[in-house]
């Protein structure tokens, strides 16, 4: 999949930032101050599942997490560097392929990912978003 449509649907939201990670080389997508996706390459010589994947990082719901691991089991992982029971690292080589998560889908998780944040930021934080956009 096109790394720059998944880009764009991020910094769609309202209060959507983003910021490369240097020490880490990831793209990190936050809002009000929170993490909320975060795109990169894992290091080939990393552990199995993960090593040499093009990955997109995305907090989900539990539910739905145990929904795409059973559905996409090549291409839905716990969360890397993360809660997997509440992340999970979606393989971007996997989206749109032949028994891989479709585009709308991927796209669907980062919307997912934004409201789940966000509805945990403060209310007051989250008035100051919606407020400035």
Avoid: N
Avoid at 5 to 32: F, Q
Avoid at 64 to 70: C, H, S
Wanted: hydrophobic share 40%; proline share 6%; with cysteine.
């Amino acid at each position: 999949m096109d790394v720059s449509l998944i880009e764009k649907r991020l910094l769609s939201h309202p209060g959507a930032t983003k910021a490369l990670h240097e020490s880490w080389g990831w793209m990190v997508y936050w809002v009000g101050g929170k993490q909320f996706a975060c795109e990169f390459v894992v290091a080939p010589d990393a552990k199995p599942p993960y090593a040499g994947r093009h990955l997109l990082s995305l907090k989900c719901d539990t539910d739905r997490i145990r929904e795409l691991r059973a559905e996409f089991p090549d291409a839905v992982l716990p969360g890397y560097y993360s809660d997997g029971r509440t992340w999970i690292s979606v393989d971007l080589g996997c989206i749109g392929a032949p028994g891989g998560p479709s585009e709308e889908l991927a796209l669907d998780l980062c919307d997912m990912s934004y409201r789940l944040v966000f509805s945990k930021l403060t209310k007051r934080m989250q008035r100051e978003i919606a407020e400035t956009s």
